[in-house]
């Protein structure tokens, strides 16, 4: 068996480590890769954001399956290529893509199903959109329509900050992704993530993460890709994840309806109000990095789930977790999520994994003559497992002192509210 895993970052890795724990034994590739993924996969240096090049290798090298990490292949249609060929391919086509790609798109389908969600409306003229800020005051949320790598969104807690969001995705720092400007209420409650797989019918939730999206301690600074994540959430009770789980069920079931065939991973962003868990955003793959606490504790073979996701087989699966906590500290370059300095020295990762329960996954790593240096903002995952979430914070924090890299940032904070919900700080 040959898979092909599409993507060069933390999910990634995390996504080849749970395949190579196949009884299956895949023979593993990774597109780019990264320093991490080339100790269990054969790295492929192609392009990923151009499909015609990905689907030509395919054709060169055939492989069993594509899993596709990333949300720009998916959003740009490279499961219809795979399709078109014979290939079977672990992510949703263009269309279910479109749930990430478009939060107009997102907003619109959770209207028609009843989906609850923050209210929002949507602009393309800036001076219509600052009006509306005016308008209605702040706190206020200020997001760019299309992909901006999770940066795109503003949580304004004043007009000053909105009005500078907005004048930001019209001036193109996000790209296309800024044309269109959405404006949302602004909602109170903790956030929480819910990942599930899903072959258009089924669907089977994974268990619920808590990301860190600020850049600095306390929830301060931009905006990031995530900066730490943990499972369990305690503010998820039973009966919340039931509710979240059949908002999702709702989702997938409104897409069948409008004629989408999404198979793959739905990921769910959610805010538990008072009213109930909310959606703010919707992803159409695993997210990262909460992909690296949340595959490390699942039992049942990946490999297995993925076919039954592509083959519509998902009704005949149980799946199995780890009752263990599982903290992952993300390890930035000095500059994130501004400008930063690529190819430096990084040591200590084989000392880190040494720690019981801790697996380092490679985010932005690369090697050169053979000696791994950083290659991206966010540069490690640091990942532990343990019984309680207080041990797992404690290792998780040991072996990233293990670690070096010149000017390396990262919160320390990561888990410390989940220590205080559940009485263990």
Request: charged residues 20%; proline residues 5%; contains cysteine.
């Amino acid at each position: 068996m040959r898979i092909l895993v599409i993507g060069g970052g933390g999910r990634e890795h995390a996504i080849v480590s749970a395949l190579s724990r196949s009884a299956h034994k895949p023979e593993l590739f990774c597109m780019p890769g990264n320093g991490g993924t080339a100790e269990l996969a054969v790295n492929v240096a192609v392009e990923i954001e151009d499909p015609a090049t990905i689907v030509a290798w395919v054709e060169r090298n055939p492989v069993d399956l594509v899993v596709v990490g990333p949300e720009v292949p998916l959003v740009v249609g490279l499961a219809n290529l795979l399709k078109f060929i014979g290939v079977p391919c672990f992510g949703p086509g263009a269309a279910g893509a479109e749930i990430e790609g478009s939060k107009i798109f997102a907003k619109d389908l959770m209207g028609r199903h009843g989906i609850p969600t923050a209210k929002a409306e949507a602009f393309e003229s800036k001076d219509e959109a600052l009006a509306y800020v005016q308008e209605h005051g702040a706190p206020i949320v200020v997001k760019a329509d299309g992909l901006a790598a999770g940066k795109g969104v503003t949580v304004a807690m004043d007009i000053a900050a909105a009005n500078a969001a907005v004048e930001a995705c019209f001036a193109g720092d996000f790209g296309e992704a800024g044309e269109i400007v959405v404006i949302e209420e602004y909602l109170e409650g903790p956030e929480c993530s819910l990942l599930a797989f899903t072959d258009g019918v089924t669907v089977l939730p994974m268990v619920p993460a808590q990301d860190h999206k600020r850049a600095y301690d306390n929830d301060e600074g931009p905006n990031t890709g995530g900066m730490g994540v943990y499972t369990p959430v305690p503010a998820v009770d039973a009966e919340t994840l039931a509710q979240m789980v059949a908002i999702l069920e709702r989702t997938v079931a409104g897409m069948r309806d409008e004629g989408i065939d999404y198979r793959g991973v739905l990921y769910g962003g959610f805010i538990l109000t008072a009213e109930g868990p909310k959606v703010l955003e919707y992803n159409a793959r695993f997210g990262d990095p909460e992909t690296q606490v949340v595959l490390p504790l699942l039992k049942t073979d990946l490999v297995d789930v993925m076919f039954a996701t592509v083959d519509k087989r998902l009704s005949g699966v149980t799946l199995e977790w780890s009752d263990q906590a599982a903290v992952s500290v993300v390890l930035a370059s000095g500059g994130y999520p501004g400008s930063y300095t690529t190819e430096l020295p990084i040591s200590g990762v084989a000392e880190a994994n040494e720690v019981p329960g801790v697996t380092v996954f490679h985010a932005g790593t690369t090697l050169k003559d053979g000696a791994l240096v950083t290659n991206g903002g966010r540069v490690l995952n640091v990942t532990a497992l343990a019984p309680t979430m207080a041990e797992a914070r404690t290792r998780a924090y040991e072996a990233v002192d293990l670690i070096d890299i010149l000017g390396m940032e990262y919160r320390t904070d990561i888990g410390l509210k989940a220590l205080q919900a559940l009485g263990e700080a």
